[in-house]
């Protein structure tokens, strides 16, 4: 830490490197006593030495709101999106996945949670003006293999699912080549991939999207039933991970995890569903978007393809309502299919004043 | 200069107790840090922060009355939730002056709520508001600027009904949803450190912004939480937040926000949910509202607090923010004009 940066007396400088301070973080979680008795300045000197601290430390000035919407801070993004590549799902998002925080889709197994992974994988490569973020993405396995038939026949659907692009576009795209697969198949692992391989692939700019899947898989086995200890701590220890390349890069993360039912104090914490995400409580207080994924009783059917239907609901976001749309799963990806109690609102939904309706259980 | 504790501006009951500790001069209180003289007298580190702060600062000071005290209060004001049945239970809204803390499950509403005030705080003066500017510190990334123009479009139209005369109609043009997104100031914090740090500078950037009567920290638990593996550090950087939050309150004059996370606690074998970061940190604040669910009903309760009963309101979040559950469409109710706003206004139409 080279302290002249800093620009602060003489005195105070030389204070410091005789009580071997070595960067501004160790001086601000020192008190204030703490600091007059190692370094022996007095108590002003003190307080400059913590101002400028502070200064340095800090990533960015106080902005306002009106600046942030006008985009004048290039290090907080605040409204852009990751489009699905649906608009259904789209509106249901208000415009997709939010890039700075860790959005969770969770649900039972065969609900559809990987094809929407691998579709946002695609979407993400789209420029900005047709929902995407002009990058690939990283997808890491942690317990079955990576679906590579699938995602070579999403890849050829495109210009099915995407009919709001020109087919020129597409064809530019080289899909395949800018979507990483990491495989995970412990903690340590998913660690190591975290910190080096995902950071690396964001700061180069190759990638603008990180999948997960799954969370669950990890903590599940590894853990005896009274570790829930050590378990929260790894938990906090990979959320920590996520959120930080998530806001250091201003790149979506998709957890995906699985479900379980409930068993204690629901009352407090759910608004009485049956089936909830795995990993509790000090999982979920870790995530920004959480979004669950069912598979429905009805099927519905398209021209030579049928598909079980199923339904993506909002369970909590800082700026979504609570709501769902139900989805089919075609050749081409997820779509969803537009329900009719809503249809007369027509998609400008944001502009109107009223009360989004509470989506019962059917 | 010596003088009796109980000739300091202070309440009765405080001031009996410090007596009844033993401290029955100014000259007692000298070279008291607040945690050991909270812990000796058995008050609240509020109290004990007002106490110090009052024995070295009279000179002289005249003993105030109650009546003088209660007007004070009452100038201090509060922020509305919009839900008026909240608003009634916490005797107006959430307090100026004072350090609130905002509990709840993750989904519950605890970003929704400081949203809704940091609209709320710059609803003017003429509507009972205070006119006020907001720092924002998100340690989460639950802001999101799209949420904050929902809420700030609902609150302008909601005054906009309200408008009666000359003055509120004046007044609306400074209350638009873009001088609105222009009062809330955010700050985004990655880890503890960059929050202690923004709180280290809190002191001047209060200074430079007299209008500010609202700090928000969404969360509080985010960035400590993380911090697992010191205990004790943990413990003393919070009981240090804890007390630079309380004197920004008072000493500022603005009203303190912090949203927690609830976490399972294991008591005599039975799992509990509490709020998280333990007790060393549930001193700090002085009113703490839980947010819960009942089945599908949200509930607020006021489980902390020294002025008010525990109560529980059912509030709802709908597209324009924190509200009353049974939502019709009145409007929220006026806030009365107290005495000085009424008499000022007098003295404008009159011409003096």
Redesign the interface.
């Known amino acids: 830490m080279n302290w002249d940066q800093l620009q602060l007396k003489p005195r105070i400088i030389s204070a410091i490197q005789r009580a071997h301070l070595k960067s ?2 160790e001086v ?2 020192l ?1 204030e006593p703490d600091l007059q008795k190692m370094t022996g300045l007095s108590g002003p000197d003190v307080q400059e030495l ?2 400028a ?3 340095a ?4 000035q ?5 600046q ?2 006008r985009g004048e801070c290039r290090r ?1 993004e ?2 852009l999106r990751l489009g699905t590549g649906c608009p259904v799902l789209d509106q249901l998002l ?1 415009g997709g996945l ?1 890039v ?2 860790v959005t969770e889709l969770a649900g039972e197994s065969g609900a559809g949670k990987t094809q929407l992974g691998l579709q946002l994988c695609l979407s993400v490569q789209y420029p900005v003006e047709h929902g995407g973020l002009s990058a690939g993405a990283l997808y890491i396995c942690t317990e079955d293999p990576f679906p590579i038939r699938r995602l070579q026949q999403l890849i050829s659907e495109q210009t099915s699912l995407r009919s709001d692009v020109p087919p020129s576009l597409i064809g530019r795209l080289r899909f395949s080549d800018n979507i990483y697969v990491e495989h995970a198949a412990d903690l340590d692992s998913l660690q190591v991939c975290l910190s080096r391989r995902a950071a690396l692939l964001l700061a180069q700019g190759r990638v603008r999207l990180v999948v997960v899947d799954s969370v669950a898989a990890l903590f599940r086995c590894e853990f005896r039933p009274d570790d829930w200890l050590e378990r ?2 790894q938990l ?1 220890t990979v959320s ?1 991970m996520v ?2 390349l ?3 890069f201003t790149a979506p993360v998709l957890c995906i995890n699985q479900v379980g039912h409930t068993y ?2 629901t ?6 569903e049956r089936l909830s995400p795995a990993l ?3 999982w ?5 978007v ?1 979004l669950m994924m069912r598979r429905l009783q009805a099927t519905v059917s398209r021209g030579d393809q049928s598909s079980a239907l199923r339904r993506l609901e909002v ?2 976001a ?2 979504l ?1 609570r709501g769902g749309r139900d989805l089919a799963v075609w050749r081409e990806g997820l779509r969803g299919v537009l329900d009719p109690v809503l249809a007369p609102f027509g998609p400008d939904v ?1 502009q109107q ?4 309706p ?1 989506r019962l259980n059917r | 200069m010596k003088r009796p504790v109980s000739s300091l501006s202070l309440g009765s009951s405080l001031k009996g107790k410090l007596v009844r500790a033993g401290f029955q001069f100014t000259t007692d209180l000298q070279d008291l840090n607040p945690e050991h003289l909270s812990a000796e007298a058995g008050v609240s580190q509020q109290e004990a922060l007002e106490a110090l702060q009052a024995a070295s600062s009279g000179h002289g000071v005249a003993p105030v009355t109650a009546l003088e005290l209660l007007q004070k209060e009452e100038e201090f004001r509060s922020i509305v939730t919009f839900c008026s049945q909240l608003d009634e239970a916490l005797g107006g809204g959430v307090p100026v002056g004072k350090v609130t803390e905002i509990c709840g ?4 509403g605890k ?2 709520l400081c949203l809704q005030l940091a609209v709320d705080v710059q609803v003017p003066a003429v509507f009972g508001g205070l006119g006020g500017q907001v ?1 924002f510190v998100d340690t ?11 809420l700030a479009g ?1 609150a302008v ?1 909601h005054c906009s009904l309200l408008a009666e005369d000359e003055e509120q109609r004046v007044a609306m043009t400074t209350f638009t949803v ?1 001088t609105i ?8 914090c ?1 880890d503890y ?2 929050l ?3 709180l ?2 809190l002191a ?2 209060l200074s430079n912004r007299p209008r500010l009567r609202l700090l928000v920290i969404d969360s509080v ?2 960035p400590f ?2 911090l ?2 010191d205990l004790s ?1 943990r413990t ?2 919070l009981q ?1 937040l804890g007390l630079r939050l309380i004197a920004a309150a008072t000493g500022h004059n603005i009203a303190v926000v912090t949203t927690n ?4 606690r294991l008591h005599s074998s039975q ?3 509490a709020p998280a970061l333990g007790d060393v940190w549930g001193h700090a604040p002085s009113i703490r509202l839980l947010l ?5 009903r949200r509930l607020a309760s006021i489980v902390k607090s020294p002025g008010h009963m525990d109560a529980s309101v059912q509030y709802q ?4 923010g924190f509200r009353d559950a049974d ?1 019709s469409e009145r409007p929220p109710s006026k806030r009365p004009r107290s005495q000085t706003d009424q008499s000022a206004s007098s003295r404008k139409n009159t011409g003096t």
């Open positions: 501004v973080r601000l979680v008190s913590l101002h601290a502070a200064t430390c800090r990533t960015h106080p902005i306002t709101a009106l942030l919407q907080l605040s409204g208000r939010p700075g925080g929260n701590k906090l920590s959120h930080h998530s806001h250091e204690t104090h009352c407090l914490l759910s608004s009485g509790g409580l000090a979920a207080n870790q995530v920004t959480r369970v909590f800082p700026h309502a944001a004043e009223m009360v989004l509470l | 499950a993750p989904g519950v970003t929704q720092l989460e990334g639950g802001f999101q600027v799209q949420r904050l123009v929902d609902a139209r873009e997104l222009s009062n809330v100031f955010l700050v985004r990655r450190v960059e202690l740090a923004e280290h500078l001047d950037f638990a985010f939480l993380r697992h593996d550090q003393r950087l240090g996370h609830m976490t399972t799992a509990q949910l819960r669910w009942e089945e599908s979040i709908t597209y324009q939502q």
